[in-house]
């Protein structure tokens, strides 16, 4: 398995594509679930755990990996369901989210699976674990559930949203305020939504929400056939890369071949983090690229698109 994951060439191939490879797993019983391999850095069998303290209730304990002692946490018990029995097969998925690497304790491994973002749906409403999902899929016609692990990594360490004084420009957030000036957000995880409200809240910007790219790319299109001016609007488009119908990179390749809105002012804004970023930003023509989840260098990127769109 370690195999496929580390081959990043074959990774950055499908930016651009629409496409994605899911890592698919169980936790306990039958049901699928996923993760995007981008994130995944290895999987190994379940190793000795060393226990801290006054840790939170769902992580089981640290493990020693390549140089690093990272936290182990129990995805079936934070998403709300049975903690993995020791008489289960268990296996660690190491990951990397918003430039932290962290393990998650799982049941079986099945496979990766490369498939379309436009097979992937958002999860139904009132679904009951619809709050830790992102998206929904089906393959070879079983459900399988993709995981919001931003919310799961929300719920066991809070992040902080608030702009630090240092950074925030509170002339430039005035203005912005007082002339309603409003951000476009394509963003599926609720939980990154209200991260990113709350610091552009501290910047006097307004956002429109949408939850995916086939959305965002829709709303764009239609101000453009109403004969308005997209930078009337919005100030720039922040957006997310893995998204049901329409992911981040095919959103901004779209945009950037599209006559009237070519020039949008767009921000990548994604829990990847690390070796992907350059290759990215090059391929897909973002004017940045910024990790989840640091409220300051978000603040920093918008003001320098606000003082830029405020002096023309």
């Not at 799982?106 to 992102?134: C, K, M, Q, S, Y």
């Not at 963003?187 to 429109?208: F, H, M, P, W, Y």
Request: a negative charge; hydrophobic letters at 45%; proline letters at 4%.
């Amino acid at each position: 398995m370690s195999s496929f994951i580390s081959n990043v060439d074959q990774r950055t191939r499908l930016v651009g594509e629409n496409r994605l490879e899911l890592l698919l797993f169980r936790l306990g019983g039958a049901q699928l679930f996923a993760i995007n391999v981008f994130k995944v850095q290895e999987v190994v069998k379940m190793p000795r755990l060393r226990q801290i303290p006054h840790s939170h209730g769902q992580v089981v304990g640290v493990t020693h990996w390549r140089e690093q002692t990272i936290p182990v946490v129990d995805l079936s018990q934070a998403i709300g369901a049975r903690p993995l029995g020791e008489d289960l097969e268990r296996n660690l998925i190491v990951t990397e989210y918003n430039r932290t690497v962290q393990a998650f304790m799982t049941g079986p491994v099945d496979r990766i699976v490369n498939l379309n973002w436009e097979e992937v749906r958002p999860p139904p409403e009132g679904a009951g674990r619809a709050h830790f999902l992102t998206a929904i899929t089906r393959v070879d016609d079983r459900l399988v559930e993709i995981l919001d692990v931003e919310r799961v990594l929300a719920e066991i360490a809070t992040l902080n949203t608030s702009v630090s004084d240092q950074t925030l420009d509170k002339t430039l957030a005035q203005q912005a305020r007082a002339r309603g000036l409003k951000v476009l957000l394509a963003e599926d995880s609720a939980t990154a939504a209200k991260q990113v409200r709350e610091t552009l809240n501290d910047l006097g910007l307004e956002l429109i929400v949408v939850r995916d790219g086939l959305k965002a790319l829709n709303l764009l299109q239609e101000w453009v056939a109403q004969g308005k001016s997209v930078e009337e609007e919005i100030v720039m488009m922040i957006t997310d890369a893995e998204m049901p119908e329409m992911d981040g990179y095919r959103l901004t390749s779209e945009i950037r071949k599209h006559p009237s809105l070519r020039s949008l002012h767009i921000v990548m804004h994604t829990s990847l983090s690390g070796r992907f970023n350059q290759a990215m930003v090059e391929k897909v023509g973002c004017d940045a690229f910024l990790s989840k989840f640091a409220p300051d260098e978000l603040a920093a990127v918008v003001q320098a698109r606000l003082g830029a769109f405020l002096s023309q």
